[in-house]
């Protein structure tokens, strides 16, 4: 019987996993760091308290739990040898016949490690509620201070990158500082946030068509959302 490695439990290995799930002649063992599925699409609605993270999170195991075939374990795979056909993990090795990798995407600074510490990417639950929190935190900032240029700058917000989850959180944060935090604080007027969009090139939704991503730009300046296209993070 031949065994499949799955590395990676995100959209790719998941779907694998499922499609090999039940075969007589292949077994199947999907290595992950987490325990849980993650709807990476949902994620700007937990760093904007929309959601919770158990609301976008499903334990892999029951996923696959009718695939009798299906190992789950969980794990960081640390290296491959492709002459030995083995998979280094922190556990141990695995012999394969077949190898998915299935890791998914790493956001990128273009050089700028140092940005991370100051703008938090969007792909982890960890980093979806670091979000919520600094974004939270800035209000409640906000409402402390009498001065207006603190008060600004704390009321200003940039999100770089205008692709579906960039525009989706910039929308996020301009709805919630117009609608859902308008009647929580007394000393500010939260309606006058200012969310700024960023985007390098010259439209926001460049996968989608032009109609599409203009009717997106229309509804984001509703929300008070600044685009501003053509425009490089230096």
């Known amino acids: 019987m031949k065994h499949v490695v799955i590395v990676g439990g995100g959209f790719a290995g998941l ?32 760093a904007m308290a929309g ?31 492709l002459q030995a056909r083995t998979v280094s993990a922190d556990f141990g090795r695995l012999k394969f016949d ?13 050089g700028h490690g140092g940005w991370e510490e100051h703008a938090p990417s969007l792909k982890t639950i960890p980093q979806a509620t670091e979000i919520r929190r600094r974004l939270l935190s800035a209000f409640e900032a906000a409402e402390r201070t009498d001065d207006p240029e603190t008060r600004r700058k704390l009321l200003t917000f940039v999100v770089i990158g205008g692709g579906p989850t960039g525009v989706e ?34 439209r926001i939704l460049s996968m989608f068509s032009e109609q599409q991503a203009a009717r997106a730009a229309r509804d984001l300046e509703k929300l008070g959302v600044q685009v501003w296209p053509n425009t490089l993070a230096t």
């Not at 849980?36 to 937990?46: A, C, I, T």
């Not at 919770?52 to 040898?81: H, K, M, Y």
């Open 169 to 202: 959180l910039a929308g996020a944060i301009g709805e919630m500082s117009r609608f859902t935090l308008a009647k929580d604080f007394h000393h500010i007027d939260t309606r006058l946030t200012r969310v700024i969009l960023i985007e390098s090139g010259p």
């Open 51 to 81: 959601l919770s993270p158990a609301d976008i999170a499903t334990p892999i195991r029951s996923v696959l739990a009718r695939c009798r075939n299906i190992s789950v374990l969980q794990g960081s795979v640390e290296g491959v040898d």
């Open 98 to 110: 077949y190898l998915l990798l299935c890791c998914g995407s790493m956001p990128s600074y273009f």
């Open 15 to 46: 779907n694998a996993a499922k499609k090999l799930g039940g075969r007589r002649d292949v077994r199947v063992t999907l290595v992950d760091r987490q325990n849980y599925h993650l709807f990476q699409p949902l994620l700007y609605q937990v």
